[in-house]
T-cell receptor
Framework: DSGVTQTPKHLITATGQRVTLRCSPR?????VYWYQQSLDQGLQFLIQ???????AKGNILERFSAQQFPDLHSELNLSSLELGDSALYFC?????????????FGPGTRLTVL | DAKTTQPPSMDCAEGRAANLPCNHS???????VYWYRQIHSQGPQYIIH???NNETNEMASLIITEDRKSSTLILPHATLRDTAVYYC???????????????FGPGTRLSVLP
């Protein structure tokens, strides 16, 4: 158990809909990262937040957005969903780096868009 | 793109040492080598990381060549539960831009056989 929690575990929805994925980082971790893993693309970095502020963006679509709240949990919002958005979505967290910055991953949310 | 190359798959007999190679010939002086694994569709699990010295923890050993262009992850006594995809990642640590994302390649699928 990494200490990172994600809800829900599974999500099934229809094209065109909007969903919200939630992540709670490990206790004390200030950074949250979101990754997408689809069958044909592997693990892809989407976005990172540190202490409420966006720090880095990867291959995140404009239909997707995220935020980190004062209690440090984060939400990933996916809108106008398409079939190709079906994937595993992972959240990872890390503490403020001292020597290195190891990321610890949650169990993921499996999104199925029908 | 991932900066590492790994064999796509390997087999190992249960109880034997599993030696997973990774090439990172373009690694820079401030880049660390990280290893993660992913069991089935679970969240990636941190294993070990290093800069230039060999490292050992309760899970594995990491051997980095003197020129740092390659490394080997060693699982000393592989069990069936070690069957997973193993990812070797190089990542810069920067005090000014800490918390950088990981770039995952396709990894090595290790099958531990009874």
């Amino acid at each position: 158990d990494s200490g990172v929690t994600q809800t829900p575990k599974h999500l099934i929805t229809a094209t065109g809909q909007r969903v919200t994925l939630r992540c709670s980082p490990r206790s004390g971790d200030l950074s949250v990262y979101w990754y997408q893993q689809s069958l044909d693309q592997g693990l892809q970095f989407l976005i990172q937040y540190y202490n409420g502020e966006e720090r880095a963006k990867g291959n995140i679509l404009e239909r997707f957005s995220a935020q980190q709240f004062p209690d440090l949990h984060s939400e990933l919002n996916l809108s106008s969903l398409e079939l190709g958005d079906s994937a595993l979505y992972f959240c990872a967290s890390s503490s403020r780096p001292q020597h290195t910055d190891t990321q610890y991953f949650g169990p993921g949310t499996r999104l199925t868009v029908l | 793109d991932a900066k590492t190359t790994q064999p796509p798959s390997m087999d190992c007999a249960e109880g034997r040492a599993a030696n997973l190679p990774c090439n990172h010939s373009t690694i820079s002086g401030n880049e660390y080598v990280y290893w993660y694994r992913q069991i089935h569709s679970q969240g990636p699990q941190y294993i070990i990381h290093g800069l230039k010295n060999n490292e050992t923890n309760e899970m594995a050993s990491l051997i980095i060549t003197e020129d740092r262009k390659s490394s080997t992850l060693i699982l000393p006594h592989a069990t069936l539960r070690d069957t997973a995809v193993y990812y070797c990642i190089v990542r810069v640590y920067s005090r000014d831009n800490y918390g950088q994302n990981f770039v995952f390649g396709p990894g090595t699928r290790l099958s531990v056989l009874p």
